[in-house]
């Protein structure tokens, strides 16, 4: 069978680009450009066009086109030109003739759809413009930008986003028939739209939520309610929140959707956020703002008229909340406010109902990862090899949507090879995009926190009560309780629980820290680590952990007895076998042949299995040890001195 690829593009149907020149032409666009170049694709952009020609033949190239690209970037609307254009465009588009392809490049479809955010912000700033004008280039805005299109956050691999751009327009190209007659390229943007007539963010599982979130808002309901959706970074609560507001807002006169606030108020400052949610509910641009105190005082009439939906999107924190709604009291009775956020604590004592957001189920999980995994993939409905390893990646990522979309796209066209290491290494490395949107939560974390983060990650799966012993801090339960609150960590059934993803992420974190070379403490959990610590006695000095499975060590080895004389910081030390339970008997590959120095007073954690030594070294102070489990090991007595084991709570030789 020939190879879709083989049939030749027709060049007289050509490909007009729109793109803010300043912004994208010496990159992203000039990477494009030479992209569908390459594949033999007929792209128009302004350079092609002779110098000297008025600006206006540019609608004539557009007229001559059938295919349009809208590259939407922040700084979009800062072109008069471009705008002008998106009118032309979406005339020739209603008239059946061009068929729109968006692309959102690091601004979000809502935001070029409703003009807020970021690229709302630009464009409600534009000086000296006509009112009906402006209101012109708003609904061509509005209207291009509810296609389903393609969104580039900045993160993943850009040379990939290209090539599905590539094969969407020569697949796009490919169904405009050689007779360019008017009525049968209107049935090719009718049949198009489908898959390109609106950004695909809807993930499986929604429609139940939104019904769930709905019936916790009670729409019917005279009292004002302020609800809290939380979860972890990646569950959904930006889509859920968006899609609430996209279904609601059209029975409120007056609404407001403010989405990335935690980036918003890195880059503009708090003192913006009451500005842009005033331009949202009343229209007002440059509103008289005095102070984030009372930044609703000159407006309050009004906004007492009617009432108001307002949703507040990835709230970071509890300053943010203060200042976007400040004393509440110009918001009329019978409005609903949502506020999305990772943090539980940070709306505790604002809201009148929480939605914690769930896992998808595996069904659901399955099917979101199916539509971005298997869309373009040869063998979707017929490889069993390709379904199988479907399943195994929905379990492993636990029900988490950003997780599904990224590993899917990741492995969009990908053979099975590649899909099979993928799944062997996906425990020890995770995706990049995961990691970073992860890494937000952590980098907010306090030093402390963080550091009880990486130590908990050693213990996933333990008891509570064990993991707050092993930590030994007045404040256990309640540093447990921020990091619960964060979602970085659970407990279920009275055990610590940690998502697969933050679990890897955690290791990854640990294991980078030390091959940086960075300041400890760390936690070494690759036996390759462990064994270059073990034997350069130097570097043991910021070791806080160490959990070496000798079935990963291809021989034994000898140790210095001055080994872990430098680790005066060591907490947790676990030597262990993983294909070795009690009840079997293990292979020992640590030797002891001089004896062993061990004068540490810190460590709460002592784990080795089969201890070669008769005796734990003297010099050992346990002060601070909890837990110490010596299975199969040669000893005696544990030490003949009197020493203080206050704290000893598990005992096992």
């Known amino acids: 069978m020939e190879e879709v690829k083989a049939l030749p593009l027709p060049p007289q149907h050509q490909v007009f680009v729109n793109f803010r020149g300043e912004e994208l032409r010496n990159n992203f666009v000039s990477h494009l450009r030479n ?43 800062e072109s008069k030109w471009c705008l002008n254009e998106l009118v032309k465009m979406k005339e020739c588009m209603d008239k ?17 759809r ?24 708003s609904e061509a805005l509005s209207s291009v930008a509810d296609r389903i299109g393609f969104y580039f956050e900045g993160k993943s691999d850009e040379n990939n986003f290209i090539n599905g751009i590539v094969e969407e327009v020569k697949q796009a190209l490919r169904q405009i028939p050689l007779d360019e007659s008017k009525d049968s390229f209107i049935h090719l943007s009718e049949n198009t739209s489908v898959r390109l007539g609106r950004e695909e963010h809807e993930m499986y599982g929604l429609k139940q939520r939104l019904e769930e979130l709905e019936e ?7 009292e004002t309610r302020i609800l809290g959706v939380v979860g972890m970074p990646g569950i959904g609560k930006s889509t859920l929140a968006r899609e609430l507001y996209e279904t609601w807002q059209c029975k409120f006169v007056s609404h407001g959707l403010i989405q990335d606030i935690r980036r918003l108020s890195k880059e503009l400052g708090l003192d913006y956020l009451p500005a842009l949610l005033l331009e949202e509910l009343l229209g007002v641009r440059n509103p008289d703002i005095e102070s984030t105190q009372c930044a609703y005082e000159c407006y309050k009439s009004k906004l007492l008229r009617h009432k108001v939906l307002i949703v507040l999107d990835d709230v970071s924190d509890k300053e943010q909340i203060d200042v976007l709604l400040g004393r509440c009291d110009w918001i009329r009775q019978g409005s609903r406010i949502v506020i999305a956020t990772s943090d539980k604590s940070l709306i505790q ?36 090899v390709i379904m199988k390893l479907s399943k195994e990646f929905v379990h492993y990522v636990r029900g988490h ?28 490395n995770s995706s990049p995009c995961i990691r970073d949107v992860l890494e937000v939560s952590y980098d907010e974390l306090s030093q402390e926190h963080k550091d009880i983060f990486l130590d908990m990650a050693c213990f996933r799966t333990e008891d509570e009560s064990y993991v707050a012993s092993l930590l030994d801090t007045s404040e256990a339960a309640s540093e447990i309780k921020t990091l619960m609150n964060k979602f970085m960590i659970d407990v279920s059934d009275g055990r610590v629980e940690m998502h697969d993803l933050l679990y890897t ?31 350069n006695i130097e570097e043991g000095a910021e070791v806080r952990g160490i959990f070496l499975n000798m079935n990963e060590m291809k021989r034994e080895m000898s140790l210095d007895s001055r080994t872990f004389e430098p680790m005066c910081g060591l907490r947790y030390l676990k030597i262990y076998s993983s294909h070795c339970p009690q009840q079997c008997k293990p292979n020992n590959k640590l030797n002891l042949p001089d004896g062993l120095n061990f004068p540490l007073e810190k460590v709460r954690y002592l784990h080795w299995l089969e201890f070669p030594l008769k005796e734990i070294p003297p010099d050992f102070n346990p002060q601070n040890l909890v837990d110490l489990k010596l299975p199969y090991s040669k000893i005696e007595r544990i030490w003949s001195d009197d020493k203080d084991t206050s704290k000893l709570k598990w005992v096992n030789l």
């Open 114 to 137: 409703f003009q807020t955010g970021r690229f709302g912000y630009v464009f409600k700033n534009l000086r000296n413009v006509d009112v009906d004008q402006k209101k012109q280039w």
């Open 216 to 222: 916790k808002l009670d729409f019917d309901c005279e």
């Open 349 to 384: 004592d604002v809201v009148h109902y929480t939605y914690v957001v769930p896992q998808l189920n595996h069904k659901d999980g399955l099917g979101h990862f199916e539509r971005y995994a298997l869309d373009h993939h040869s063998n979707k409905n017929n490889n069993e």
């Open 35 to 77: 992209a569908l170049q390459r594949h033999g694709v007929n792209i128009f952009i302004d350079t092609n066009e002779q110098k000297g020609q008025p600006l206006n033949v540019l609608f004539e190239r557009i007229e001559e086109s059938r295919i349009a690209l809208a590259i939407f970037s922040v700084r979009y609307t």
């Open 505 to 535: 992420f955690a290791r990854e974190l640990c294991r980078r820290a030390y091959a940086q070379d960075e300041r400890g403490p760390h936690r070494l959990w690759h036996h390759q680590d462990i064994i270059d610590v073990l034997r």
């Open 96 to 112: 059946g003739k061009l068929l729109i392809i968006p692309i959102f490049y690091k601004v979000k479809a809502y935001e070029v």
């Open 401 to 428: 949507p950003l997780a599904l979309k990224l590993l899917g796209t990741d492995l969009n066209g990908k053979d099975e090879d590649h899909w099979k290491t993928k799944l062997a290494t996906l425990a020890q």
